[in-house]
């Protein structure tokens, strides 16, 4: 069975500096992974997707994440972070066929002026 | 562009009350989830369907109940909502090609 793993509960960085969020997963074989990031009181907005293929991979607001196999790793980056950014960010792992969607626990963003 | 609505979008009830929330997508997606999820906190999976006349339960235990009778609706059904049930309900569809799963703007409840 898959799981998902997003260490940080909650991360602050300031306005125009970088960031990185940590998600590692479990699973046997080459997984499908998302990131999704979620506003206040709304639903969740896909970030971006691994299916297969080019290991780095661009998403939507400048937001890219890389495959790491040899990590069981999928850390979503941004290289210069807005006021706008601060949300909810989900990991998730799927696998071929019927299986639903496994999400991480979340990590809340803060970004400080 | 997804389309997956739900409504309400707000909803304040009494103890007792019988509700639905409603749920459409406009995609022809063959399966359908429903999630609960308190503020700021995880999600958790509460029910989800194949296609129709298919239903499951999901990995928490939810006193609500779905069905599935057009590929396009998956209303959630409260019999007698309690304080317990305050929470946010977000809707998810995928098609069968892919895992890649949009959710709708979800449906805020909360029980007096």
């Known amino acids: 069975a898959q799981s998902v793993t997003q260490p940080d509960i909650h991360i602050t960085v300031s306005e125009g500096a970088s960031l990185e969020l940590r998600c590692n997963y479990s699973?046997?074989?080459?997984?499908?992974l998302f990131w999704y990031v979620q506003s206040p009181g709304q639903g969740l907005q896909l970030l971006l997707k691994y299916f297969s293929g080019d290991t780095l991979v661009q998403g939507i607001k400048g937001f890219e994440a890389e495959f790491k196999r040899s990590q069981s790793s999928f850390n979503l980056r941004k290289p210069s972070v807005h006021w706008s950014d601060a949300a909810e960010y989900f990991c998730?792992?799927?696998?071929?066929?019927?299986?639903?969607?496994?999400f991480g626990k979340g990590t809340r963003l803060s970004v400080i002026a | 562009e997804a389309d997956i609505y739900q409504t309400p979008r707000y909803l304040v009830i009494g103890t007792g009350k019988k509700i639905t929330l409603e749920c459409s997508q406009t995609?022809?997606?063959?399966?359908m989830y429903w999630y609960q999820q308190d503020p700021g906190m995880e999600l958790h999976l509460i029910h989800y369907s194949y296609g129709v006349n298919s239903t499951e339960k999901g990995d928490l235990s939810s006193e609500s109940t779905v069905s599935r009778i057009r590929t396009e609706h998956f209303p959630l059904t409260l019999e007698s909502a309690r304080p317990s049930h305050t929470s946010q309900y977000l809707c998810?569809?995928?098609?069968?090609?892919?895992?890649?799963?949009?959710f709708g703007p979800g449906t805020r409840l909360t029980v007096l």
């Open positions: 699973y046997g074989a080459t997984p499908y």
């Open positions: 998730a792992v799927g696998a071929p066929g019927n299986t639903p969607l496994v």
């Open positions: 998810a569809s995928r098609t069968s090609g892919n895992n890649e799963q949009f």
């Open positions: 995609m022809g997606h063959d399966k």
